[in-house]
């Protein structure tokens, strides 16, 4: 895997106080890297640096080799990027907003542009004023833009703010496919968990300024401990039973009957013990946590330890 981007110890000091705090991951060509955190964590702060808005206080990031602190005019020059909203002008068409940021860029053919508005499903209403677009639309317009110079690298803070299932669904299809068919690394900020589990391949949890985990998003949600429901109607009573026999276990009633935190070769042991007491077992399923199940964990774990 080649990383196209490299943060390597980035700190951030306003005023005297660490905003970001010595935070470092690479993303690579061909990926989807999801960036999660509280408001305030350092998203839009890290991206930011990334893209060159705010300096960099101590430490580097390189993109595609190029150091944004030495080399600035070569590092950007391999970024897409939209933070926050795509702005366009209103009055002007979307091919005439593209046709003026193209020449801000060298050799942006006018072939280039048909492809790019091809890429992101525009050329029927690409003549229309942009004022006319739905919020889905001006978000397809805005990644056009990012793409009229053959960018490596695609920076979207919180691409799906405000639009409605199927605009989320188009643009996450475009993002996987400018990763996948574009060989793009392409960093996404969001705070919609659903999405991101549907969109990345890794995730990074940046929280008070630090990044306390990156992981693969299927291990990210897998790697915690498997929870088990037993499917049952005296949920009190099994409630009971698990508290005295296996103290050690997490037991939750829920609407179908417990869900217990457990290992997968405890589950004879448990439901010997419902059979002994006369409780009738209907079913024994595997739940898989959400994204947002293991990120609300993992920040709780956090913010224990950071209050220790």
């Known amino acids: 895997m080649e990383a196209v981007i490299e943060i390597q110890n980035v700190t951030k000091q306003i005023k005297g106080r660490k905003i970001i705090d010595q935070i470092s991951f ?4 061909g990926e989807v890297f999801g960036f999660l955190g509280p408001n305030g964590a350092g998203k839009t702060t890290t ?7 705010i300096g960099i206080t101590e430490g580097d990031i390189k993109i595609a080799g190029h150091s944004i602190r030495t080399d600035f005019e070569k590092a950007v020059s391999h970024v897409g990027a939209i933070v926050e909203n795509p702005e366009m002008y209103k009055f002007m068409s979307g091919y005439d907003n593209l046709l003026h940021f193209a020449r801000m860029s060298a050799n942006v053919s006018k072939e280039k542009i048909d492809e790019v508005v091809e890429l992101v499903g525009l050329t029927d209403r690409i003549k229309d004023k ?11 317009l805005g990644l056009a833009q990012c793409l009229l110079h053959d960018p490596d690298v695609l920076i979207l803070d919180e691409p799906t703010n405000g ?8 643009i996450r299809d475009h993002i996987r496919m400018l990763a996948r068919e574009r ?48 499917e049952l ?10 508290k005295h026999s296996h ?8 609407s179908e009957g417990v869900a217990v935190a457990m290992t997968r070769e405890e589950i004879p042991a ?6 002994s007491e006369d409780i009738s077992l209907y079913g024994i399923e595997e739940v898989t946590k959400s994204l947002e199940e293991r990120f609300l964990e993992i920040t709780k774990e956090k913010e224990g330890v950071a209050h220790v």
Do not use: W
């Not at 005296?234 to 409630?239: H, Q, S, T």
């Open 163 to 170: 639009l409605d299932p199927a605009g989320i669904r188009e």
């Open 183 to 230: 060989n793009m690394a392409v960093i996404v900020s969001s705070h919609l968990l659903s999405e991101m589990e549907m969109m990345c391949d890794r995730i990074g949890i940046i929280q008070q300024g630090m990044l306390v985990d990156v992981q693969l998003v299927h291990d990210f949600i897998n790697g915690a401990e498997k929870v088990y429901q037993f």
């Open 47 to 53: 991206i930011r640096m990334i893209v060159g808005l």
């Open 270 to 275: 448990i439901v010997k013990i419902f059979v």
């Open 233 to 242: 109607i005296e949920k009190e009573k099994a409630k009971e039973l698990l």
């Open 26 to 29: 690479n993303v690579n060509r």
């Open 247 to 254: 103290p050690q276990l997490s037991v939750e009633i829920t």
């Open 130 to 140: 942009v004022k006319t677009y739905s919020l889905g639309m001006r978000q397809r």
